[in-house]
């Protein structure tokens, strides 16, 4: 690999993939960022099998390739730099980072260690307002239980009809439930509890990086038990919570 690629984009999404990284992984590569460079793009992936985040930005691609790096520590290094154009390339087993007045080495693991982690495709569940989501999100997700002992209390309730998008949080002394219009929603009405950690992470996204007119899109992976939230260039996906 050996790319060029602007540090503020770079930063920015190290910050999203970060979001999917466990301080104390039980499988070393699951602390690093997998980063796959082809066809202009830079691709950032992480996840901690619960979650997973897929971040793209624009490069200028010498050679392409894929490598996994400490996504934490790459983070620090890389937040820490001025603004400009960085070099990232492979060497060896090394993953080096050159910037105007610095430059750093990193330890890397094999990007064929890194699991897989499904990509937004085909037509979405619902497409909306992602501020007005994010609105909906912060209306709903305090109500939701923080007690691991009923896991079906710590998800939202998420039903989606042709016309209207309901979330609903509970954990059993209190209620949220919060109605949102959409444009168009599927054939069959869709009925899931999805995790409220997972939608935090969601809501931070939309905050960092929507503006008032930017739509955020919802799929559905029933095969993997899975959904996934595309805003922009960046993805989320997340586990289902399994019950009533």
């Known amino acids: 690999m050996n790319i060029k690629v602007i540090q503020e984009k770079f930063a920015q999404a190290l910050v999203h993939t970060n979001k999917a990284i466990n301080s104390k992984p039980n499988i070393p590569v699951l602390s690093n960022v997998l980063l796959k460079a082809s066809n202009g793009v830079l691709e950032l992936s992480s996840t901690n099998l619960e979650i997973?985040?897929?971040?793209?930005?624009?490069?200028?691609?010498?050679e392409e390739g894929e490598i996994t790096v400490s996504a934490k520590i790459l983070y620090e290094f890389v937040n820490s730099l001025k603004p400009g154009k960085l070099e990232l390339k492979t060497d060896g087993q090394r993953f080096v980072v050159n910037s105007v007045d610095n430059n750093a080495e990193f330890f890397t693991i094999p990007s064929d260690e890194f699991p897989s982690i499904p990509i937004a495709s085909g037509q979405p569940?619902?497409?909306?307002?992602?501020?007005?989501?994010?609105?909906?999100?912060?209306k709903t997700t305090f109500a939701a239980s923080s007690d691991n002992a009923r896991p079906v209390l710590t998800g939202l309730l998420f039903k989606i009809t042709k016309r209207k998008l309901t979330l609903v949080g509970v954990d059993g002394f209190r209620l949220s439930q919060k109605v949102l219009d959409i444009t168009e929603?599927?054939?069959?009405?869709?009925?899931?509890?999805?995790?409220?950690?997972?939608?935090?992470?969601?809501?931070?996204?939309?905050?960092?990086?929507?503006s008032e007119k930017d739509e955020i899109e919802l799929y559905s992976l029933p095969e993997k038990n899975q959904v996934i939230f595309k805003i922009g260039d960046v993805e989320l996906a997340t586990r289902l919570i399994e019950g009533e």
Not at 52 to 62: D, L, S
Not at 126 to 134: E, G, M, Q, V
Not at 185 to 210: C, H, M, N, W, Y
């Open 125 to 138: 569940l619902a497409t909306l307002n992602a501020l007005d989501f994010a609105d909906a999100l912060g």
């Open 185 to 210: 929603g599927p054939e069959t009405d869709f009925k899931e509890i999805i995790p409220a950690r997972s939608l935090q992470d969601v809501t931070k996204i939309i905050r960092d990086i929507s």
């Open 52 to 62: 997973g985040v897929h971040a793209k930005i624009g490069a200028e691609i010498e």
